[in-house]
Structure formats: structure tokens, C-alpha cells
């Protein structure tokens, strides 16, 4: 079942990219290999879908900062992790920009649903995360997520199973 609902979201997205520029990802589907610092994003949201706080040390920088609806520093997104899981995770038209040999800067749109606690949250969010190449290790510096306004196309709504916006 699973396989053949990925490979559906892959049909999909096929056909609604020669529709319209627009690319989504499942979190557990290889990286594309185009995009910088992407494989260590998606380890990142793999390593919070399984509180693994160690693979989270070691992938977020000490002076680390997050900006969502607060800002908070690295000790207190570790506090959190677990309160929520990620039922279901995708990233839609992600990009990088490399700013220099040791700075990139990824962006993309999260299609997500939360479950925390006996509540649930779907949304999607606008994402940038700034990668540091420190001591030859890539480490994320700063995280930002805002909500996303602009509705998906129904056809994708439909294949995370939501209802339309």
C-alpha cells in the first residue's frame, strides 16, 4: 500500500510539473541530488520524526536559532522535540543558494500533518535553513518556519489525504 501510494505522489507530481513548475518530496524519499544541503535537511526532519536527540545534536550548531512563532536557541528546540510526530512530511519546490564554500541556504514549503498529543495539526509552512560548513562538518545555524497562505494544488491535497483549504 505504502509503495503504491508513493509511487501515485511520484505519478502526480510528474504530471503536475509539466502542468506547472511545482516539485514535491516525501521525507522518505532519496534527495534530489541538484540541491544542496539537502541530505542533511531531510536527515534533520528524519532524526525529529524519530526524537533522536543525539543525530539532532550533532547536525544543529551550539549557537543555533530557530523563528517560528518565537525564537528559540538549540537546548529549547531539543526540550521539544517529541511533543509532536510527523504523520506525514513533504517538501514542495525546494532550492538552495550557495552563499559562499561554507554558507548555503535551503528554502522550501513543508506540506505537513502533526499529531501531538490527541490533537492533530495539519499545515504547511514556508522553511529556511542556514547550513555552516564548521570544522568540515555541515551544521545548521538557523531554521526559520512561517505559515504558508497559498493553497496547493487539489490534486496534491487530495494524495496527503487533507481536506481542501
Not at 504530471?15 to 540541491?35: E, F, G, N, V, W
Not at 526559520?144 to 489525504?161: A, G, H, I, Q
Request: aromatic content about 8%; charged content about 20%.
Amino acid at each position: 500500500m505504502k509503495i503504491t501510494r508513493f509511487a501515485s505522489f511520484l505519478l502526480l507530481v510528474v504530471s503536475l510539473s509539466a502542468q506547472q513548475p511545482m516539485k514535491a518530496i516525501q521525507m522518505d524519499a532519496p534527495p534530489p541530488a541538484p540541491i544542496p544541503m539537502f541530505h542533511e535537511e531531510l536527515s534533520l526532519w528524519r532524526a525529529v520524526a524519530k526524537h533522536d536527540i543525539i543525530t539532532l545534536r550533532s547536525l544543529i550548531s551550539p549557537d543555533f536559532v530557530y523563528v517560528s512563532d518565537k525564537v528559540e536557541n538549540r537546548e529549547q528546540v531539543l526540550a521539544g522535540i517529541g511533543s509532536c510526530d510527523p504523520a506525514h512530511f513533504n517538501f514542495i519546490e525546494p532550492r538552495s543558494i550557495a552563499v559562499a564554500e561554507d554558507v548555503a541556504i535551503i528554502t522550501y514549503r513543508a506540506a505537513q500533518d502533526l499529531s501531538c498529543g490527541s490533537g492533530h495539526k495539519p499545515g504547511d509552512v514556508n522553511v529556511t535553513s542556514t547550513w555552516v560548513k564548521r570544522d568540515g562538518q555541515w551544521l545548521l545555524q538557523a531554521h526559520t518556519e512561517s505559515p504558508s497562505t497559498v493553497p496547493l494544488d487539489p490534486r496534491v491535497e487530495k494524495l496527503f489525504n487533507r481536506p481542501m483549504k
